[in-house]
C-alpha cells in the first residue's frame, strides 16, 4: 500500500514491540482474540469518506452501529481493543441468525452512516463493569479491525469523527514534530517526560481513546525507573476505570511533550497496582481521552502512523476531581449514584460523606435527572459548594461539601 502520504511528517518512530497492557490501565476487559478482518470498507455512493454522528460522553466515543441494517446500536470508539465486538445483549437485535450463546457471529455487516464493514466474524463479549463506571449501558466496542481498514479522524474539539478510505487519503495538515507508530494494532507515541524530583525521561504511551484518564504510569514502569510519587506532591485517589476503582496516586508533572508540543503541569495517575511480569518495562503507561481532547488526532493504522495536531484546548489547565469521592452509577436506567470510595482528607471526607451512600440530589435537582458524567463534571469545578442530599440506611439527609483544588 503506497505510504506517500508520510512526506508531512517531520519523524516517524518506527518500533518492534511486543508487549501486554494491564486490562485496568487500558480501560478494557482482556483482550479478545484478533478477529481475520481483512475486507475494505465500502463507502456509500462509491465515495471514499464519511461522517459519523458521534456521540461524546465526558471525553469517550461512541458511534451508532447496525449489524446487517438491524437495531442500531452506540458502540465504544477503542483504539485499544484488539477487537471489535458486540455485547451478548444486542445479538437478538443484529439481523442475523445468532442467539446470545453465541461467541461469534460470521459473516455480518457492520453499517455505520456512509459505510459498511464486513466482518467475517464478530465476537460477542460483554464487559461487566462498563455501564456502572461510565454511566451508560454496553453494547459494543470498535477495535483494532474497524481501525484496521480506516482513516479515522477525531476532531475532540468540534466533537466530529471522519472516516476516509486509506488508498485515497493524503494528509495535507500542518503538524510539526508528530510522533506516532502502532506495534502490530496497538497505537503509541513516544514522549518526553518531566516529573518533580526525578530526571527527565523518555518513553512510549499506549494511546487509548476509551480511557477517559489523561495519563496513567504502569507500576512495572514507575518500578523499574525508581520513579517514586513520594518524591512530590501526590495524592490518593480512585477511579472506577482505573484499575478497577483500586487506589491510585494522582501527581502535576512538571511537563509532558509530544515531538514539539509541550503540556505544562498535566496531572497524572500512578498506578499501584503489583506489576506483571508480563507487561513491558518500555511502555510507560496509557495515554487516554482526557489527554488527547487536546488534539485533533488521526489513527492511520493502514500506513503506521499517528498524527496530532493541537487544538483550542491544547494549553487548558487540567482539573481533577475535588470531591474526594468516587462514584458509579447503578439501578434502573443507571441513576443511582453511589459512593464507593471517600478519600480521607478531602472536602467529601470533612463533609461527613461515606461509602455507601447514595447521590439522591444536588441543590435541589433530582438525581434522576442527572447522569454519572454530569456529576462528575460538577464536582471538577473550582471553590463551588454543592448541598447534596444523601440517603443513607433508608433514610435521606442534607450534606453541604465545599469543593477545593486537591492537586
Known amino acids: 500500500m503506497s505510504r506517500r502520504c508520510t512526506i508531512f511528517l ?3 518512530c518506527t518500533l518492534a514491540l511486543s508487549f501486554r497492557l494491564e486490562p485496568a490501565l487500558r480501560g478494557q476487559s482482556p483482550a479478545l482474540a484478533q478477529q481475520e478482518n481483512t475486507e475494505p470498507a465500502r463507502f456509500s455512493y ?3 469518506a464519511a461522517q459519523a454522528p458521534a456521540t461524546f460522553i465526558s471525553n469517550l466515543i461512541f458511534l451508532p452501529v447496525s449489524i446487517n441494517q438491524g437495531k442500531p446500536s452506540l458502540f465504544e470508539l477503542d483504539s485499544a481493543a484488539s477487537a471489535t465486538s458486540v455485547d451478548p445483549s444486542r445479538v437478538l437485535d443484529a439481523a442475523v441468525p445468532a442467539d446470545k450463546s453465541s461467541s461469534t457471529i460470521q459473516n455480518c455487516v457492520l453499517n455505520l452512516p456512509g459505510l459498511a464493514l464486513p466482518m467475517s466474524s464478530l465476537a460477542v463479549a460483554a464487559r461487566n463493569d462498563f455501564s ?4 451508560v449501558p454496553y453494547q459494543g466496542t470498535l477495535g483494532a479491525d474497524f481501525f484496521s481498514r480506516l482513516v479515522v479522524v477525531i476532531d475532540y474539539s468540534r466533537q466530529t469523527i471522519q472516516l476516509y478510505d486509506p488508498a485515497t487519503y493524503t494528509y495535507s495538515g500542518a503538524a510539526k514534530g508528530v510522533q ?10 513516544r514522549a518526553k517526560i518531566s516529573i518533580p524530583g526525578h530526571k527527565t525521561l523518555e518513553a512510549d504511551f499506549v494511546v487509548n481513546t476509551a480511557l477517559d484518564s489523561s495519563i496513567v504510569f504502569s507500576r512495572t514502569f514507575t518500578d523499574s525507573h525508581g520513579i517514586s510519587p513520594n518524591r512530590f506532591k501526590t495524592i490518593p485517589a480512585s477511579y472506577p476505570s482505573v484499575d478497577a476503582g483500586a487506589k491510585i496516586l494522582l501527581g502535576r508533572l512538571k511537563a509532558f511533550q509530544l515531538g514539539g508540543y509541550t503540556i505544562e503541569e498535566p496531572v497524572a495517575a500512578f498506578s499501584q497496582s503489583n506489576p506483571s511480569s508480563a507487561q513491558s518495562k518500555n511502555i510507560a503507561g496509557t495515554i487516554g481521552a482526557g489527554f488527547l481532547r487536546r488534539f485533533t488526532v488521526i489513527f492511520d493504522l493502514p500506513h503506521q502512523r499517528i498524527i496530532l495536531e493541537p487544538n483550542l484546548q ?5 482539573e481533577e476531581d475535588m470531591s474526594g469521592l468516587s462514584i458509579v452509577a447503578k439501578g434502573t436506567g443507571l441513576r443511582t449514584f453511589e ?6 482528607g478531602t472536602p467529601g471526607a470533612a463533609a461527613g460523606i461515606r461509602e455507601g ?11 434522576a435527572d442527572m447522569t454519572l458524567t454530569a456529576i462528575r463534571d460538577l464536582f471538577r469545578q473550582v471553590g463551588h459548594r454543592y448541598k ?12 453541604v461539601v465545599q469543593m477545593k483544588r486537591l492537586i
Open 10 to 12: 517531520i519523524f516517524i
Open 314 to 318: 491544547f494549553n487548558k489547565f487540567a
Open 180 to 189: 506516532g507508530t502502532f506495534a502490530g494494532t496497538t497505537p503509541l507515541v
Open 132 to 135: 456502572t463506571q461510565i454511566g
Open 388 to 399: 447534596l442530599l444523601i440517603e443513607r440506611n433508608g433514610k435521606t439527609q442534607d450534606i
Open 46 to 48: 462509491s465515495g471514499n
Open 339 to 344: 459512593i464507593v470510595r471517600v478519600q480521607p
Open 357 to 367: 451512600d447514595v447521590i439522591a440530589g444536588i441543590d435541589e435537582e433530582p438525581a
